[in-house]
């Protein structure tokens, strides 16, 4: 009898126990299935903890600071965009880089923060740029200055407006706005004040690495500017309004020096948009704007490289010897060259520390990576993955770059290298050129289209795009071409031609140039090595092709050396030969027979 009156009262004991034990019971294996099944978000907002009072959202902590706040007023005046006609209701002017990551991950879909630290964003429909979307505005004032055609498609007047003023409707409906007002042009003599207006964190933040950033002084007295960028991208164009071709437009007024972008998400048409501007200003005052990146040696030996995206400019001026001055966009006076640009932009497909460690090592908070795939989990970057597009892309502060120069201005170039990429695998690893091949080679711009940099480029195809960047010019070639040989004449630059393409056969049969060989051909040009070797030269193209070169095997030097059929060479090398005298036909007019004379003899 005692036995069981104890065991039923342990039993009630052991009852009681297990009843006040169960609720952290429960809890204990909620929490262990959720650490289980971290795929499962339903799990987490279970388990997600209630805000506390205290915590405030960024809004509500604006609302309580005064309005005798100097600062808070320079960065948050919602009358800033009234002369515009558009009246926010929230509107961040040049906000921190912690907010811009906030808002993206906040309010758009896909921003996240990669392992690395840089914030990852996605452009929606449009992965590269649309150049047949690009309009310029047709007006008295600057209409005979401009290179009419399939690069600069009139635009009425009245339509610019149109899409102006829906541009301006979106925007109105936003419940947030940024604006970004920074500088174009690192030589304050020709500097540009400019301002960007938009609904995505994303896009802020990309501008506020691509521009030159002020300081808070400069901020405070930066009046009007000279440049306004209205990005309303995520709303479509009107295919109706006159000069549409589609629900897409990037649209340019010089006389009212503004932008419209609607129907496109890609960031890189802002900064093409003020590349544009630059080009049109510029040769006005006898500076040549160049699409080009530069860098500068220890004894101020300055050396510009031209080419199109997807050449190496970014690459090859990220050079760990020298100090970096920009990667894309330039400008040369009378004095020297100075940067337009105050970040960099860099494909990042295929991106290694191994191949590219400045660049790699660039991707960190505060830089944006466009259109990347990622590990969910632990949120790596897969730099190899192009499901999305083959123009990743990483935007990032020039500073950033280690060995970048505190001011991006240089002295006068030394060596001008024009960067092509050889899709036939005809052209040499390096040549030296004449003036006057230098001159013909600037002039055609001949390269390939490297897939992704456009919309509906799948793999490279040969392409001629004059002064290496003709989807940017605004004033005919020959404009930019006489501004080039006055300045290397009158300077004595050193001119080369890199090819970045193929070499051992066309595309799909060759490989695409060793960025180990190309970077040490570089070297060979900064060293002085190049400019006294001993070279031979190359049929057809007639191109001084030097015999060696340090750490580059010296049979790829000579490019008919790494084909295995010597005859379907030279059949190919005709046939690109063939393609640039057809190419020149459009600047035979007004070309002088030296510049002629340098062309291939097929």
Request: aromatic share 10%.
């Amino acid at each position: 009898m005692f036995l069981r009156r104890a065991l039923a009262t342990t039993q009630r004991h052991s009852s009681s126990f297990l009843r006040a034990l169960a609720p952290r019971t429960g809890a204990l294996r909620a929490s262990q299935r959720a650490f289980s099944s971290v795929t499962d978000p339903s799990v987490f907002r279970s388990l997600k903890p209630q805000k506390p009072e205290a915590f405030k959202d960024h809004e509500e902590f604006l609302a309580v600071h005064k309005k005798s706040d100097t600062t808070m007023n320079l960065h948050l005046d919602t009358s800033l965009l009234e002369p515009e006609g558009i009246h926010p209701d929230k509107v961040y002017r040049n906000p921190s880089v912690g907010l811009l990551y906030e808002h993206a991950c906040r309010f758009e879909k896909g921003s996240v923060i990669a392992s690395n630290g840089a914030l990852i964003a996605y452009s929606g429909e449009k992965r590269g740029r649309c150049p047949l979307d690009k309009r310029v505005v047709d007006e008295p004032t600057t209409n005979k200055d401009i290179w009419w055609g399939a690069i600069n498609i009139k635009l009425p007047e009245s339509s610019f407006m149109t899409n102006r003023e829906r541009a301006v409707d979106y925007l109105n409906t936003r419940d947030r706005l940024y604006v970004i007002d920074a500088f174009g042009g690192a030589d304050p003599k020709y500097r540009l004040k400019v301002r960007v207006i938009t609904s995505r964190a994303y896009h802020a933040l990309f501008m506020h690495n691509m521009l030159i950033r002020p300081t808070e002084e400069e901020l405070v007295d930066f009046g009007d500017p000279d440049f306004t960028i209205f990005n309303a991208g995520e709303f479509p164009a009107n295919r109706y309004t006159e000069g549409m071709t589609s629900s897409t437009s990037v649209s340019l007024s010089f006389a009212q020096r503004e932008m419209v972008i609607l129907g496109t998400q890609y960031a890189g048409e802002m900064k093409k948009g003020l590349f544009t501007l630059f080009n049109y200003l510029m040769p006005k005052q006898g500076v040549l704007s160049m699409h080009a990146s530069a860098n500068e040696g220890e004894k101020g030996d300055v050396s510009i490289f031209f080419g199109l995206s997807g050449t190496g400019k970014t690459t090859l001026s990220s050079d760990p010897e020298r100090h970096l001055i920009g990667d894309d966009e330039h400008c040369w006076t009378e004095d020297g060259v100075f940067n337009i640009e105050g970040g960099c932009y860099a494909k990042a497909i295929n991106l290694s520390r191994e191949q590219e460690p400045e660049i790699y090592d660039a991707a960190r908070f505060g830089a944006v990576l466009e259109n990347v795939k990622y590990d969910p989990i632990s949120r790596d970057i897969d730099y190899t993955d192009n499901t999305l597009t083959e123009n990743t892309r990483l935007s990032y502060p020039i500073h950033f770059i280690d060995n970048a120069k505190e001011q991006s201005v240089g002295p006068l170039p030394k060596n001008i290298i024009m960067l092509t990429c050889d899709a036939f695998g005809v052209l040499p690893p390096v040549a030296k050129l004449t003036p006057e091949q230098a001159m013909y080679h600037f002039m055609s711009g001949y390269t390939a289209k490297v897939a992704g940099t456009e919309v509906g480029v799948k793999e490279p195809s040969a392409t001629f795009s004059a002064c290496f960047g003709a989807p940017f010019l605004v004033w005919h070639p020959s404009k930019y071409a006489e501004l080039l040989a006055e300045k290397v004449e009158k300077h004595g630059a050193h001119c080369w031609l890199v090819n970045t393409g193929w070499s051992g056969g066309a595309y799909g049969v060759g490989k695409r140039m060793s960025i180990k060989y190309t970077r040490a051909i570089i070297d060979g040009i900064h060293h002085g090595e190049l400019e006294n070797a001993e070279y031979e030269t190359l049929p057809v193209f007639d191109l001084a092709v030097p015999k060696s070169c340090s750490k580059v095997p010296h049979d790829i030097l000579n490019p008919r050396n790494t084909w295995d059929d010597k005859n379907e060479y030279d059949r190919k090398a005709k046939e690109l030969a063939g393609l640039f005298l057809e190419n020149f036909k459009a600047f035979e007019d007004g070309t002088n027979a030296a510049i002629l004379g340098a062309a291939p003899k097929p």
